[in-house]
T-cell receptor, first 115, second 114 residues
């Protein structure tokens, strides 16, 4: 497809389980971002990948969160030992690069619910 | 640090009413400014943007002017439709100053009634 694709669209899991979220960026987009959106809140930046450079992990809330990206393709966000406060919509975005007002294109998100 | 402040919602308007959603920002350097829209059940979509002072972004009847002197980027539409019901997010990007993630406001929910 032409847009950013995320899977699964919904995930319900028990507290303490690990989850893995997937993002397929738009082809040719070198920059990829993960955000978290809690109910009624704005977006919180989590992590940023740009090409083969070291990622900016400054937004990850704890060491239970990690993300990987191979080259300029798919990214996975992993949350280990999930807690109820991890319940949120996790959004992925990609862009042609950074700077110059390049807009970010968002996927529809993964709605994560921790029981 | 960078921050974006939006007017709190929800905002409820009748069809064909005039819309203003206020947005002010604090940033180092010279940010690019964006409005994103999130329709019910969908992801965020870029609505419009402006990359320098006095630029006006426009799309789908919406407009916003980058005002450096008042650090504002208010969103306006002259006549709203039911289909405009969504959550609107103001955001800034200070890539030119070394950071590269978008800083978002908390969002303003708009409901347009027939």
């Amino acid at each position: 497809g032409a847009g950013v694709s995320q899977s699964p669209s919904n995930k319900v899991t028990e507290k303490g389980k690990d989850v893995e979220l997937r993002c397929d960026p738009i082809s040719g987009h070198t920059a990829l971002y993960w955000y978290r959106q809690r109910l009624g809140q704005g977006l919180e930046f989590l992590i940023y990948f740009q090409g083969n450079s070291a990622p900016d992990k400054s937004g990850l809330p704890s060491d239970r969160f990690s993300a990987e990206r191979t080259g300029e393709s798919v990214s996975t966000l992993t949350i280990q030992r999930t807690q109820q406060e991890d319940s949120a919509v996790y959004l992925c975005a990609s862009s042609l690069g950074r700077g110059g007002g390049q807009p970010q294109h968002f996927g529809d998100g993964t709605r994560l619910s921790i029981l | 640090g960078n921050s974006v402040t939006q007017m709190e919602g929800p905002v409820t308007l009748s069809e064909e009413a005039f819309l203003t959603i206020n947005c002010t920002y604090t940033a180092t350097g010279y940010p690019s400014l964006f409005w994103y829209v999130q329709y019910p059940g969908e992801g965020l979509q870029l609505l419009l943007k402006a990359t320098k002072a006095d630029d006006k972004g426009s799309n789908k009847g919406f407009e916003a002017t980058y005002r450096k002197e008042t650090t504002s980027f208010h969103l306006e539409k002259g006549s709203v439709q039911v289909s405009d019901s969504a959550v609107y997010f103001c955001a800034l990007d200070t890539s030119g100053a070394g950071s590269y993630q978008l800083t978002f406001g908390k969002g303003t929910k708009l409901s347009v009634i027939p």
